[in-house]
């Protein structure tokens, strides 16, 4: 634990283990974001590999309890009935996770804002995209460019809140759906970035330590789903992606 305080204040400290709090709140009250809140929380106090790491046994914890909320049963048939966005999507994962530490800070910054910042804007502008059933073709498309950015960011909610969300899901299917998708894909991310380098050594007790406040934060989320008007959350909760997001950018852009 010395490096990680060895770079972090006691302020910077219990603020990290707020952020993790919130995006478990956040998670556990419309199923995604706890990526994008993390490494937009994160990147603040911490260099953006170190932000990355931080999500990702988090992410993985969550998610799987998310996914096996209505059992394994359940869970197993999402597996199915989304395979080709999985396989796609982990397979370009795998591929384009070798990349983080290959890049520019800023640029991996970018990558991360752009996503967030054009959805969170379509979805408060109240746009939505309507597809009638799924098809091997647009899974494997929405899964591919989920995966791209999942690998290089740890950020694939956006695509793939909006591919279900054109589907019309129900919304108890659309939590569990999502749990298993992003579950599979951190388990992927996991065992990528342990050969990328970004988990490591230095990174991983950071990791460790944020598991506990984003399951607490998950925990209170739940609790709250059924006590707040849903759609007014969402909406409070795309305007605070939203500002992240382009906080991201203008880190990205100007430093």
Same mark, same amino acid.
């Given at each position: 634990?010395?490096?990680?305080?060895s770079?972090?204040?006691?302020y910077?400290?219990?603020?990290?283990?707020a952020i993790?709090?919130?995006?478990g709140?956040?998670?556990?009250?419309?199923?995604?974001?706890m990526?994008?809140?993390?490494?937009?929380?994160?990147s603040?106090?911490?260099?953006?590999?170190w932000?990355?790491?931080g999500?990702?046994l988090?992410?993985l914890?969550?998610?799987?309890?998310?996914?096996l909320?209505?059992g394994?049963?359940a869970?197993v048939g999402?597996?199915r009935?989304?395979?080709?966005f +999985?396989l796609?999507? $982990?397979?370009? /994962?795998?591929?384009t996770?070798?990349l983080?530490t290959?890049? !520019?800070? &800023?640029?991996? #910054?970018l990558?991360?804002a752009?996503?967030?910042v054009?959805?969170a804007?379509?979805?408060?502008?109240?746009?939505?995209f309507?597809l009638?059933?799924?098809?091997?073709?647009?899974?494997?498309?929405v899964?591919?460019?989920?995966?791209?950015?999942?690998?290089m960011?740890?950020?694939?909610?956006?695509p793939?809140?909006?591919?279900?969300t054109?589907?019309?899901?129900?919304?108890?299917?659309?939590?569990?759906?999502q749990?298993?998708i992003y579950g599979?894909?951190? +388990?992927?991310?996991? $065992?990528a970035? /342990?050969?990328?380098g970004?988990?490591?050594?230095e990174?991983? !007790?950071? &990791?460790?330590? #944020?598991?506990?406040p984003?399951?607490?934060?998950?925990?209170l989320?739940g609790?709250?789903q059924d006590?707040?008007?849903?759609?007014?959350f969402?909406?409070?909760?795309?305007?605070?992606?939203?500002v992240?997001?382009?906080n991201l950018?203008r880190?990205?852009?100007?430093?």
């Amino acid at each position: 634990m010395e490096p990680l305080f060895s770079i972090l204040s006691g302020y910077e400290f219990v603020l990290v283990l707020a952020i993790a709090m919130l995006a478990g709140m956040v998670k556990g009250l419309v199923g995604f974001a706890m990526p994008m809140i993390f490494v937009s929380g994160l990147s603040t106090v911490l260099p953006p590999d170190w932000a990355l790491a931080g999500l990702i046994l988090p992410t993985l914890v969550t998610n799987g309890l998310q996914a096996l909320r209505q059992g394994a049963q359940a869970a197993v048939g999402s597996i199915r009935q989304f395979r080709v966005f +999985l396989l796609v999507g $982990l397979a370009c /994962l795998l591929a384009t996770s070798q990349l983080v530490t290959r890049i !520019p800070a &800023s640029v991996f #910054l970018l990558l991360i804002a752009v996503p967030v910042v054009v959805f969170a804007t379509i979805q408060l502008l109240g746009i939505r995209f309507r597809l009638n059933q799924a098809s091997p073709r647009s899974e494997a498309l929405v899964g591919a460019f989920a995966g791209s950015v999942g690998g290089m960011s740890g950020v694939w909610g956006p695509p793939t809140v909006a591919y279900l969300t054109a589907l019309n899901t129900p919304k108890h299917d659309q939590m569990r759906i999502q749990g298993v998708i992003y579950g599979l894909g951190a +388990l992927a991310l996991t $065992l990528a970035h /342990l050969g990328s380098g970004v988990l490591r050594g230095e990174t991983l !007790p950071l &990791s460790l330590l #944020l598991i506990a406040p984003s399951v607490i934060g998950m925990w209170l989320g739940g609790q709250w789903q059924d006590r707040i008007d849903q759609n007014m959350f969402r909406k409070l909760t795309l305007i605070v992606l939203l500002v992240a997001g382009l906080n991201l950018l203008r880190r990205a852009l100007m430093g």
